[in-house]
């Protein structure tokens, strides 16, 4: 498996028939798009930006290749002057980003593509697709970790999440946002992340006994978690001290896993006879429907949990699914663009996001014109010139993960709580694009 | 792209790891393992079965290819011969399941897997994956459909899917229970789903005049469907309407679409506005913000609106974006297996579901051992023998999508309402299995 997906018929079809239109109106001229979200879904004081080097992937090997054209035939709406033109289709355009891992607000451009019309057009659907879910499961992670406050948490996602993609970029994004790993094996191997994960209820419930399972399973895997809970888990623990007293030196397990019933209630007397017997070093996973505000509650419980496998929850952001994403002409031919209909303003032309800093927090936000010089950090950086990756494109994960422990560290603290604050980190609009917008309007 | 995900790395660790240990163990004794959900999530009374197809092609051709052992060599994890083992898996048990489109309910298995136990072990994280998204995604799509009471419903919700895998996954199921089609070019491609789609605000924005850029369009596609809410939608309709007048008798419009505002007034204003112009063929699409609650508002304040276009709420399946969906041992070398930690039972060995009818709707369901002769129509049947699609296996869509229409039409009524009704679809369990699982207790 490829690590980039790169079918360019994963579009809406109205990005070829537009397309097709632009071809035939000889609309040849650059085009400006932004990707940026309008508000922030409930219960969020902040997002962090994900998918751009899947974008940026994708975009370097885009090609209609025959059996795409093929199909196109099919349809029946699309001429063969433009399908040709789809065959000589490759990405040549200017990208702007902000790097992955990067703290966003409403109505800041994460990305901009600059492109001949067609080619920004026809890209809209997979850019919106992976920054939107990327950043969604970033940003829901990030509360995750958080709320552990230093204690491991682990993507245990995979099952529940909305297929394949789903599984494999929550297990990135958690991992760009602190996770220490992910059960996903194919996720390890993509992306380079720590792979975690020993036995579920079905090996106990494979063998006639517990406790033979444990010492089956401790004796090909001495350093192991073994799960507790099969049948009852204060039982399965005493079979797990019991196990360590007659093993020899060898077995020198790692940790017992609960995953049902009162997690707080049963760490704390798990721990305790852990530590009775003599068995400090074995640490206590909690899993089983955990998601922020348990994991929190755990934590303030004072459960003495080490480690949390945190799954379903996380993996479909059960609480906010989707957020308000759009990918927006905002210049054409030299001139600003807007749209009016709704109460959804859209302001025109190339933006840059200026942040400010202040006692090494984020102080406050300003969405300017990309020319102006604004108080603050510039966020927005080219990624990819021509068609090809420019070095800040080109982030290795693991300094994206070091980038976005920075961006976690430097929110202030009230963003930082999980439920939504008022008034929110401030972002303003800088005069100079409120009279543009005024002057379109 | 090949239609079917066989990537035999895409599981959760902990598959592997039991796997060993079974290898280790000389554990190849047949185990079932049985696929089903414990509880309807809130808002449903029903869910659609979705997602075989997929097991069925993964089943087929998985295999671990030589990239795959080398990572899992540097996991550190894994011996020689079990590496070796892998390199020899190929899936050749037996899968029984009902058939996509079916309607299922909780504790109903839909899908069993028999296989030695390394091999049934081994699918559980894709099976699950693939058969929760589509299940979840059929069913909230199913309401779509319902609440339209024969109207066209379409799937605009690519871009807000989540990833890759997911928007065509939600494009299939929706098409399933009896969507028109799907936006989604690839979906059309790889599924032979009907492909739906015109124009995008950023085209009229493109254009220095909204007249303008109709007419081209309608130039290029004159049976096309023009949006007209980019700046003020009446205004827009004027421009149709206008536009129609000036035309030579080549175009004769589809429709228009509204995807803002108050869409049952704009709708009524719409249609008065053509209906005058002499243009009542021209048809009304809705679009922006849709769920099925909106459809049924919209169609219960008799809104002229002739189809839908839903995205967002239904790709995320927005109010209900899990279910607690769960693959578990419930047979080992002849012996039913159960669980006992929690509240959640697991009724022991290899079960059938039994489905009554009266008056041509379902009337209620029976879940008995397999081995049992009880009232009604079994459900699952066989669809894989030792590997290889059986018939009942390879099953169109075309056909699926006639089945799942036959269901919904069985639906008793109070089932198709969108809020929870109690006491819900009965479900009952045979008296042998209450008595196997007293005896397991």
């Known amino acids: 498996m490829s690590r980039y997906f790169t079918e360019a018929l994963f579009t809406d079809l109205y990005e070829l028939t537009m397309a097709q239109a632009y071809h035939a109106e000889a609309m040849n001229e650059p085009a400006a798009f932004e990707l940026y979200f309008r508000s922030l879904p409930e219960h969020r004081n902040f997002m962090v930006a994900a998918g751009l080097d899947d974008v940026l992937g994708y ?3 885009l090609q209609f290749d025959q059996s795409d054209l093929d199909y196109l035939r099919t349809v029946g709406e699309f001429s063969d002057a433009f399908l040709q033109r789809l065959a000589e289709f490759r990405f040549r355009g200017q990208v702007e980003a902000v790097p992955e891992g990067t703290v966003v607000f409403p109505n800041e451009p994460l990305l901009r593509v600059v492109a001949p019309i067609l080619d920004a057009q026809v890209v809209e659907t997979f850019v919106i697709n992976q920054v939107h879910f990327q950043t969604l499961a970033a940003s829901k992670a990030a509360r995750v970790v958080l ?43 993509l992306y380079g ?28 895997y001495p350093q192991t978690t073994l799960l507790v809970d099969t049948y009852d888990t204060l039982e399965g623990v005493r079979k797990v001290i019991d196990l360590c007293r007659r093993s020899d030196e060898d077995v020198r397990l790692r940790a017992v896993r609960l995953d049902s019933g009162d997690l707080a209630e049963l760490a704390r007397r798990t721990r305790a006879m852990l530590d009775e017997a003599g068995l400090g070093h074995i640490r206590i996973v909690a899993s089983g429907g955990l998601d922020e505000y348990k994991v929190a509650a755990l934590r303030e419980a004072g459960a003495p949990i080490d480690a949390f496998g945190v799954g379903t929850k996380m993996v479909v952001a059960a609480d906010a699914p989707h957020v ?28 840059q ?8 927090k984020f102080a406050g936000d300003t969405v300017g014109r990309d020319d102006e010089s604004l108080d603050g950090q510039p966020l927005l950086e080219p990624v990819m010139r021509d068609g090809w990756r420019l070095p800040a494109g080109n982030i290795s994960l693991a300094d994206a993960r070091e980038h976005a422990r920075e961006q976690l560290d430097r929110l202030p603290e009230a963003l930082r709580r999980l439920d939504e604050v008022a008034p929110g980190y401030p972002v303003s609009i800088s005069p100079r694009l409120e009279r543009e917008l005024r002057k379109l309007s």
């Open 147 to 189: 709320a552990a406050h230093g204690r491991k948490v682990v993507d245990f996602g995979s099952r529940r999440a909305h297929g394949t993609d789903a599984a494999l970029k929550v297990a990135r994004a958690a991992w760009l946002v602190g996770a220490a790993g992910t059960s996903n094996v194919l996720a390890g191997k």
């Open 193 to 220: 992340i720590p792979i975690v994960g020993t036995m579920a209820h079905s090996y106990i419930q494979a063998h006639d006994d517990e406790a033979e399972a444990f010492r089956a399973f401790a004796e090909l």
């Open 353 to 360: 996001v200026f942040r400010r800093m202040a006692h090494g």
């Open 324 to 351: 308000d994403f759009a990918y927006k002409l905002v210049e054409y031919a030299g001139e600003p663009r807007t749209k009016l209909s709704t109460k959804k303003v859209l302001y025109p032309g190339r933006k």
């Open 59 to 61: 975009l370097e090997d």
